[in-house]
T-cell receptor
Framework: DAMVIQNPRYQVTQFGKPVTLSCSQT?????MYWYQQKSSQAPKLLFH???????NEADTPDNFQSRRPNTSFCFLDIRSPGLGDAAMYLC??????????????FGDGTRLSIL | AQSVTQLGSHVSVSEGALVLLRCNYS??????LFWYVQYPNQGLQLLLK??????LVKGINGFEAEFKKSETSFHLTKPSAHMSDAAEYFC????????????????FGKGTLLTMNP
C-alpha cells in the first residue's frame, strides 16, 4: 500500500548521459516535490509542482528539469549528470500547498550513481 | 526567514535509556514544526507535528515533542530507547514559498544521527 512510489530504487548512469527518475503517488495530493540528499546531509529542495504550476528553487542547476504530466506522476530529468549529482533523490507530496501545516509524504528515494 | 538548528549531529544511547534530540527554530511568525525519521536507504517518515493547540505532541513509535515558544524549541524525546530507533532524525519548520506566497516548503535541520550503544 505504498503511497509515494519511486522507480527505480537504484540508478546507475554514465557521466553526461541523460537520466530520468520517476515518482508516482496514490494520495491524489496537489503538491509534488523533488529533493536531492547527499550523504549525511538534510534533503535539499530542487523544485516543486502545485498542480501544474512549476516552482523552481533559485539555486537549482539548469541541468535539472522536471515534468508533471498528470496528478499522479512527476519526473526528474538530469540532462547531463556530473559526478557531483550522485545522491539520493527523494520525491514527496503534500495535500495542499496553501496550508503550511500539512506534512509531506516521502517516497523511499532513488539512489543515483554516476560512472 | 525561518531556520532550524539541531544541536548534536550524533547522539548515542543505550537500549532502555532516555532519548533526547534537540531542535531550536527561528521564525518571525508562529511556526509549524515537524520531526521526521529516516532509516538507511529509505525516505523520510513523519514522526509527529505541531501546528496549533496542545504543545505536547505525541507521535509514532513512542516519541513525543514539546513546543516551547519561550525557548523557541521543539525537542524530541522517547522515555526508553529501542534498538530499532537507530536512524537519522530531522527537525523541520514550514515556511511560505516564494511563488505567490501560496505554496509552502519545509526547512530542515541538518539532522541528528541516533545510534545505539552495543
Amino acid at each position: 500500500d505504498a503511497m509515494v512510489i519511486q522507480n527505480p530504487r537504484y540508478q546507475v548512469t554514465q557521466f553526461g548521459k541523460p537520466v530520468t527518475l520517476s515518482c508516482s503517488q496514490t494520495l491524489n495530493h496537489n503538491v509534488m516535490y523533488w529533493y536531492q540528499q547527499k550523504s549525511s546531509q538534510a534533503p535539499k529542495l530542487l523544485f516543486h509542482y502545485y498542480d501544474k504550476d512549476f516552482n523552481n528553487e533559485a539555486d537549482t542547476p539548469d541541468n535539472f528539469q522536471s515534468r508533471r504530466p498528470n496528478t499522479s506522476f512527476c519526473f526528474l530529468d538530469i540532462r547531463s549528470p556530473g559526478l557531483g549529482d550522485a545522491a539520493m533523490y527523494l520525491c514527496a507530496t503534500s495535500r495542499d500547498g496553501q496550508a503550511s501545516n500539512q506534512p509531506q509524504h516521502f517516497g523511499d528515494g532513488t539512489r543515483l550513481s554516476i560512472l | 526567514a525561518q531556520s532550524v538548528t539541531q544541536l548534536g549531529s550524533h547522539v548515542s544511547v543505550s537500549e532502555g535509556a532516555l532519548v533526547l534530540l534537540r531542535c531550536n527554530y527561528s521564525s518571525s511568525v508562529p511556526p509549524y514544526l515537524f520531526w521526521y525519521v529516516q532509516y538507511p536507504n529509505q525516505g523520510l517518515q513523519l514522526l509527529l507535528k505541531y501546528t496549533t493547540g496542545a504543545t505536547l505532541v505525541k507521535g509514532i513509535n513512542g516519541f513525543e515533542a514539546e513546543f516551547k515558544k519561550s525557548e523557541t524549541s521543539f525537542h524530541l524525546t522517547k522515555p526508553s530507547a529501542h534498538m530499532s530507533d537507530a536512524a537519522e532524525y530531522f527537525c523541520a519548520v514550514s515556511v511560505t514559498g516564494n511563488s505567490g506566497g501560496s505554496n509552502y516548503k519545509l526547512t530542515f535541520g541538518k539532522g541528528t544521527l541516533l545510534t545505539m550503544n552495543p
